[in-house]
């Protein structure tokens, strides 16, 4: 089969459109990646969304000042306030959250 310069440039031209639709379609579904508090996988490290929900007497290892913007299993670009944790697969978490997984940054 001989490739020509017509059908590189029609397949580029195909796979710039998928990767376009897919990457609209994967921002627009962000929202729902977002960890709810109720899912099985938050309730068992006792996620928060929001750090001044934490009871600190339910949880003494609790360091003030510690959030999932700075714990080391935190991962994605800084500046987004949901992003990925490698606690909770294809969930994002709230840079303002915390759970009893924290780990500092080192």
């Given amino acids: 089969m001989k490739v020509t310069r017509r059908m590189v440039v029609q397949k580029l031209s195909w796979a710039a459109g998928v990767s376009?639709?897919?990457s609209w379609h994967a921002s627009s579904s962000a929202?729902?990646?977002?960890?709810?508090?109720?899912?099985?996988a938050?309730?068992?490290l006792?996620?928060?969304?929001?750090?001044?929900?934490?009871n600190v007497k339910k949880f003494?290892?609790?360091?003030?000042?510690?959030?999932?913007?700075?714990?080391l299993l935190l991962q994605g670009s800084a500046?987004?306030?949901y992003r990925p944790c490698s606690l909770?697969?294809?969930?994002?978490?709230s840079i303002s959250g915390w759970c009893k997984g924290w780990t500092p940054e080192m």
């Fill in 20 to 22: 376009a639709a897919f």
């Fill in 31 to 40: 929202e729902s990646n977002r960890l709810d508090v109720q899912d099985p």
């Fill in 42 to 44: 938050a309730i068992a």
């Fill in 46 to 54: 006792d996620y928060v969304e929001n750090v001044s929900q934490v």
């Fill in 60 to 71: 003494p290892q609790f360091a003030q000042g510690s959030n999932c913007e700075n714990c």
């Fill in 79 to 81: 500046g987004n306030n």
């Fill in 88 to 93: 909770f697969p294809g969930k994002l978490v």
